[in-house]
């Protein structure tokens, strides 16, 4: 199994599934990462991002679970920091919806445009539009491929070995960046400037079932799917929000 193949293999791993309900937690150590930019503070992206107020906090943690039934439906629940429900969003063919559990209000937008109902002939995948992005990059891994501002290079990916997670046969990837003196640092949600980045990628679908970016022997970010069904049979409404709030909650302008 050569580099190609598997770069050729993951960027269609959006082809292999159209529902799924996944569980993902981030870590992303801040104190680390902003010693990390620093190394790259010639790069402006770099300059900018060290300004950024996220810096006041040490550390970053994040989890989201994640209903999808493509191509619109879709449920979100937000945790920050985990264990902690602080939104859900969701919507499908006719309705985009948020309701937020501390102040039991609720928003819904009954119209908007919509999108063709074939999503194959869409440049990406509708649920980029809808899902955090670190969710996203996981279940669409072609994004490591695009080229964003300061791209100089492709990233290139190696196998390093294979394991056994969640149950699921997973490939053992690294992949070099080697950009990063002009590279967006902010480029993606779940591959932060590091000199290693190390991948696990489900053999079956070719979507990440982890990144970690590593500087030495420091952990930069982790993003790791704790749980993931494909194509489980959910009810359409189970993606309204009417299933999601009580009769206290207020809808916002009411």
Same mark, same amino acid.
């Not at 902010?186 to 079956?204: M, N, V």
């Not at 993003?223 to 494909?230: E, H, L, N, P, R």
């Given at each position: 199994m050569n580099g190609d193949w598997l770069s050729s293999y993951i960027a269609e791993a959006d082809r292999r599934y159209e529902a799924m309900h996944i569980s993902v937690t981030q870590t992303v150590n801040l104190a680390i990462y902003k010693s990390v930019l620093k190394h790259w503070r010639m790069n402006p992206s770099a300059q900018a991002t060290l300004a950024s107020p996220m810096f006041r906090e040490s550390v970053r943690r994040s989890h989201w679970n994640v209903w999808l039934s493509r191509p619109y439906r879709r449920k979100i629940d937000y945790y920050r920091p985990p264990g902690?429900?602080?939104?859900?969003?969701?919507?499908?063919?006719? #309705?985009?919806? #948020?309701?937020? @559990?501390? +102040?039991?209000?609720? $928003?819904?937008?009954?119209?908007?445009? #919509?999108l063709p109902a074939d999503e194959a002939s869409a440049p990406w995948p509708y649920f980029r539009t809808w899902l955090p992005p670190a969710v996203s990059e996981l279940i669409y891994p072609a994004f490591i491929w695009e080229q964003p501002e300061g791209y100089r290079s492709d990233p290139v990916i190696s196998v390093t070995g294979s394991a056994k997670v969640l149950n699921r046969d997973v490939i053992v990837a690294s992949l070099d960046v080697a950009d990063w003196e002009t590279r967006?640092? +902010?480029?993606?949600?779940?591959? &932060? @400037?590091?000199? $290693? #980045?190390?991948?696990?990628?489900?053999?079956?679908?070719?979507?990440?079932?982890?990144?970690?970016?590593? +500087?030495?022997?420091?952990? %930069?970010?982790?993003?790791?799917?704790?749980?993931? %069904?494909? /194509?489980?049979? %959910? /009810? @359409?409404? &189970?993606?309204?929000?009417?299933?999601?709030?009580?009769?206290d909650w207020i809808a916002d302008g009411k």
């Open positions: 902690m429900l602080i939104e859900m969003t969701g919507g499908d063919e006719s #309705q985009y919806w #948020q309701a937020f @559990p501390a +102040s039991k209000t609720y $928003h819904v937008t009954e119209k908007y445009e #919509q967006a640092v +902010s480029w993606s949600e779940t591959i &932060f @400037p590091a000199e $290693h #980045q190390e991948l696990l990628i489900d053999r079956e679908t070719g979507i990440l079932l982890r990144v970690r970016s590593m +500087s030495g022997s420091r952990l %930069v970010s982790s993003c790791t799917v704790d749980d993931i %069904v494909f /194509d489980d049979t %959910v /009810d @359409p409404g &189970f993606f309204s929000v009417l299933d999601w709030i009580g009769e």
